[in-house]
């Protein structure tokens, strides 16, 4: 296939474009590095199926040639990155969805959005459905990313219902692995960069509020499955685990053998206090479920952030 990604040089970006290439699939991402990096992509710079094209989705998008499909994950992902970029967050999930389905519709190329569990906000309900609709301050601090990706959701079904475009989302919950950015925020990479270096791991309120970890390997699994489906549903991809923060920053002390403390600070706005998808869907209709304990993820992650610590 010739498979376009926005967001290619991201975490999950990358992991994708690897998959793709060890498939001999012809890869083109599109990035404009606001968070991806460009050292992600360089082991594929000598791939004859690899291009790269830096541009920001919400300009016009130009592909040569035959496109098989689009993948829409261009965006920036870590409250850190949002809060920091929070225009382009708002436009990378309007302008440029409409763009990556403008091309879709224009090379008759199937469509993958990868949305995010935060179009559920602080949830009433756990765990969560993909027939839950939400609970989202529409002008949070937290606003440009989860009213972004839920706008995008709209176009994308927008566009399956009257261009009749091959279309599929996927809402990811947290995904952590190696090629993380280390510095951008996210949790599991917060606590073990802290961990390794002795510091306090930082914990935002009482630490009492929930996460579900999903490794990279399930999560580009997942992604892949409902791109091959003839499904145009929403689905919910991560690990029903559900774990304190509490309960996650003291296993990473014990696996780094880390003399580190736990300080704890004020809770953010509009933090969510849970996450915990229902996966029920992806297991009848994509026969996916995760496969990678948090013991084995964490360990490689561990691994991986030692190996590129600064």
């Not at 566009?159 to 996210?186: A, C, E, Q």
């Not at 029903?240 to 704890?264: V, W």
Request: aromatic share 8%.
């Amino acid at each position: 296939m010739n498979i376009v990604i926005t967001g290619g040089a991201g975490f999950i970006g990358t992991h994708l474009v690897e998959r793709f290439l060890e498939k001999n699939h012809k890869v083109i991402v599109i990035d404009n590095l606001l968070t991806g990096s460009k050292v992600n992509l360089n082991d594929f710079d000598q791939s004859k199926n690899f291009s790269f094209i830096n541009l920001d989705v919400q300009n016009h998008i130009e592909i040569d040639g035959e496109v098989d499909y689009v993948l829409h994950l261009a965006s920036a992902a870590s409250p850190k990155a949002y809060t920091e970029n929070p225009i382009n967050t708002l436009k990378a999930g309007s302008i440029g969805t409409i763009n990556t389905l403008g091309l879709a519709k224009a090379k008759n190329a199937k469509y993958l959005l990868t949305s995010t569990s935060e179009v559920y906000g602080d949830p009433e309900v756990s765990p969560q459905p993909e027939s839950y609709w939400g609970r989202v301050n529409p002008n949070g601090v937290r606003s440009m990313y989860d009213e972004a990706k839920r706008f995008a959701e709209a176009a994308v079904s927008s566009y399956n219902r009257i261009y009749n475009i091959d279309s599929r989302i996927v809402r990811l919950f947290n995904t952590y692995g190696p090629k993380m950015k280390i510095n951008d925020g996210r949790v599991v990479t917060n606590f073990i960069s802290q961990a390794l270096i002795g510091e306090d791991i930082t914990i935002y309120g009482k630490g009492s509020q929930t996460r579900s970890f999903c490794y990279v390997s399930d999560t580009v699994d997942g992604i892949i499955k409902a791109m091959n489906s003839e499904s145009n549903e929403v689905f919910n991809i991560g690990n029903p685990n559900e774990i304190t923060i509490l309960q996650l920053a003291e296993f990473i002390i014990e696996l780094t053998e880390s003399k580190s403390s736990i300080r704890h600070e004020e809770l953010p706005e509009d933090d969510p206090m849970q996450r915990k998808p229902d996966i029920g869907k992806a297991l009848s209709i994509l026969d996916w479920k995760p496969t990678i304990g948090l013991e084995e993820g964490l360990k490689e992650t561990i691994n991986w952030v030692k190996a590129n610590l600064n």
